[in-house]
C-alpha cells in the first residue's frame, strides 16, 4: 500500500490504490505538549483502533456518520478519504489543562454549558486558538462546513458523555477533527484516550493521554480501561 502520510500517532496508506479510501495503522507512539515530549505506550495502537471502532460505531448507530468504514486489524482501520478541515473542534464539559488556566480556576469544575473551541490545525504554530472570523479572513474552511461540524460536536457529546457516564468515567474534554466527502462533513481522525480527558466518576482519577502528560503511571492500564469498556459496544 502506498503511505501518504505518517503523523504523530498514526500512518496513512491508500487502500489497494483506491485514492477514495485510506487505511490508519495506529503507532504506539505518544507525543505530548506539541512533540516536544516523546515516548511510546505499549500496545496504544491497538487499544486506540479499537476504541475509535467502537465508539464510531457507537455514533453510526445514533444516526451520526464518519469516515470509518471498517476495523481491518488489530492496528488498522479503513476509512474514507476526506478533504480535511484544517480545524480542531474542542469540546469541554469541565474545566481541565488550558480552559483552567485560563479562566483562573481549579480543574474538575462542571461547565453550566459545553465550551467548543476551535484550533489551527498546524504544528509549527503549536495549534493556535482561531474563531469563526479567522475560518472566513482566511478561507480556511467554509462557513456552514464550520457551522456543521459545530453541530455534530455537540451531538457527539451527548452520545459520548452518556456512554462514559452508564460506565464509571467522566468526559471532560476531547478534541474532534472533520472533513468533506461529496459536499458532507463527516467526523474523522479517532476517538480515543489520546483526544479525550476521562476521568472516573467516584476518585477522580485520570484514565487518559494526561498519565503519560504528566508522568503518572498507570498510562498503559488506562487505555486497557477504556478499551475494555469501548469492548461491549
Ligand atoms: P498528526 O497529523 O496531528 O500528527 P496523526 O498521527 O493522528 O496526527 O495523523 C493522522 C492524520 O490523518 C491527521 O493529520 C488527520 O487530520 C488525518 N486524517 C484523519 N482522518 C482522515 C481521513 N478520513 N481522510 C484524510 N485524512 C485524515
Ligand atoms: O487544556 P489543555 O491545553 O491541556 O489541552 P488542550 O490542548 O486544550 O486539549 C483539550 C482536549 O483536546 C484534551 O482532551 C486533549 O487530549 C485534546 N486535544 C488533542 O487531542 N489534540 C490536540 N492537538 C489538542 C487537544
Not at 496508506?13 to 490508519?24: C, F, G, P, Q
Not at 467526523?187 to 484514565?207: F, G, H, Q
Request: net charge negative; glycine share 6%.
Amino acid at each position: 500500500m502506498k503511505k501518504i502520510y505518517e503523523g504523530k500517532a498514526k500512518i496513512l496508506y491508500v487502500y489497494d490504490n483506491d485514492e477514495t479510501k485510506l487505511v490508519t495503522y495506529f503507532k504506539d507512539d505518544a507525543t505530548a505538549f506539541n512533540g516536544q515530549k516523546k515516548g511510546t505506550i505499549m500496545q496504544k495502537g491497538e487499544f486506540n483502533n479499537a476504541i475509535s471502532a467502537s465508539l464510531f460505531k457507537l455514533l453510526k448507530s445514533k444516526g451520526i456518520e464518519s469516515h470509518f468504514i471498517e476495523k481491518l486489524s488489530e492496528r488498522e482501520m479503513l476509512v474514507h478519504h476526506l478533504k480535511m478541515l484544517p480545524v480542531e473542534f474542542i469540546v469541554r464539559n469541565y474545566t481541565a489543562g488550558s480552559l483552567a488556566k485560563k479562566m483562573g480556576v481549579e480543574e474538575g469544575i462542571k461547565l453550566i454549558s459545553p465550551v467548543v473551541e476551535m484550533c489551527f490545525k498546524s504544528d509549527e504554530l503549536g495549534d493556535p486558538f482561531i474563531n469563526d472570523t479567522y475560518i472566513k479572513a482566511f478561507d480556511l474552511a467554509k462557513p456552514e462546513e464550520v457551522e456543521e461540524a459545530k453541530k455534530i460536536a455537540l451531538a457527539v457529546n451527548e452520545i459520548l458523555k452518556d456512554f462514559f457516564d452508564k460506565n464509571g468515567l467522566m468526559l471532560v474534554d476531547y478534541k474532534l477533527e472533520f472533513g468533506v466527502l461529496n459536499g458532507k462533513v463527516l467526523l474523522a481522525d479517532e476517538i480515543t484516550p489520546d483526544t479525550m480527558r476521562l476521568w472516573d466518576k467516584v476518585t477522580l482519577e485520570k484514565v487518559d493521554k494526561d498519565r503519560f502528560r504528566r508522568d503518572l503511571g498507570g498510562v498503559e492500564e488506562a487505555y486497557k480501561r477504556v478499551y475494555d469498556i469501548t469492548s461491549s459496544i
